[in-house]
């Protein structure tokens, strides 16, 4: 595993996404919540995956839940980190929603409270004073903010007076807008930018045909209709070559090309240990830079295609809304 130092804390470059579990939305069985799901924690932290990524609504608390029962009694070096759904930011809504979430996840301190997204609703002013009070009554080590674009997340931070640490968004290889202007920034200042969706849901992987894509929560992710499957093969083309290559996976190729960049963290999703510990061991892929470049440029063809269009309106659409897990 390779790590970023924050102030001394380290941060896995891969990380564990936990929207998974207790979210019946992924259809991956009743029982996955309490079997699958804490054996997933345990091996992360084995394999030395400090950043555990979850939140509030999650499940309406399970998957914070679930996290916590994993974590008890089990040591080890972490990052644990949640989401408050910013409904109705006020600072005293969020305190309340910040103790919830402390008791579920059985811990006294978190090491990120992250804002989940923007909510133009109420002055940002307002939404930043409750992390105020989070980090003033130690709370939580860091907050973050999630969905933030880069002169929100600047002004949520200059309103604040310390850094906002992370911003948490949307970035895989075919959806690379973070790169434009939110990576150039974290990697000046120090800052992190936690990838999520890293596998497009799954659509990276390779093995989703026209016709065969998962149901549930990623029904209505349009990577997986036909057009967008389509559209994705180039890329998905790339990743098979490079994997060939190298005896690794088309996923395991894909999370490599998001950490080659410096204050990147990855939090994939996993259905199973199996995942995870493939997810684990990208962190152990140097790409080359000809296998960059190749990656850089089958990712250009999906930004140039129609499709991507459309999905850049359906991803601003639900960068705005409800839709933001
Ligand atoms: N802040 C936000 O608004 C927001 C939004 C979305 C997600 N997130 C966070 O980011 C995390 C990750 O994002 P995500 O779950 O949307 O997408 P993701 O990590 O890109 O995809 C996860 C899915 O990919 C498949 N997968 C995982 N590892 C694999 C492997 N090694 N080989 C093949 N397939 C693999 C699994 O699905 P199948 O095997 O079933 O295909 C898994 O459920 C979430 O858990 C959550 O913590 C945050």
Known sequence: ?????????????????????????WGY?????????LAIVRRALELGVTVLDTAE??????SERLVGKALKGVEGDRFLATKFAPVAPL?????????????????????LYQLHWPNPLFPLGVQVEGLRRALGEGLTRYVGVSNYSLSRWRRAERLLGIPILTNQVRYNLLQTQAERRLLPHAQATGHVLVAYSPLAQGALSGRYRPGSGPG???????????EGLQAAAPVVGALREIAAGRNVTPSQVALAYLISQPRVVVIPG???VAQLEANVAAADIQLGDDELL?????????????VRAGLQMLGRHRGRGAAAS
């Open 29 to 37: 069985g009743r029982d996955f919540g309490e079997t699958e799901s």
């Open 57 to 62: 609504m999650y499940g309406r608390g399970a």
């Open 270 to 272: 996993a259905k199973s």
């Open 294 to 306: 190749a990656l850089r440029r089958a990712s250009d063809l999906f930004r140039l295609s129609s």
């Open 1 to 25: 595993m390779r790590y970023i130092d924050v102030d001394g804390r380290q941060l896995s470059v891969v990380g564990l996404g936990c929207w998974q579990f207790g979210a019946k939305g």
């Open 216 to 226: 549930g929560v990623r029904r209505v992710n349009p990577l997986f209709t036909a």
């Open 91 to 111: 600072p005293q809504v969020l305190m309340r929603h910040l103790q919830r979430s402390l008791e579920r996840l059985g811990v006294d301190r978190l090491d």
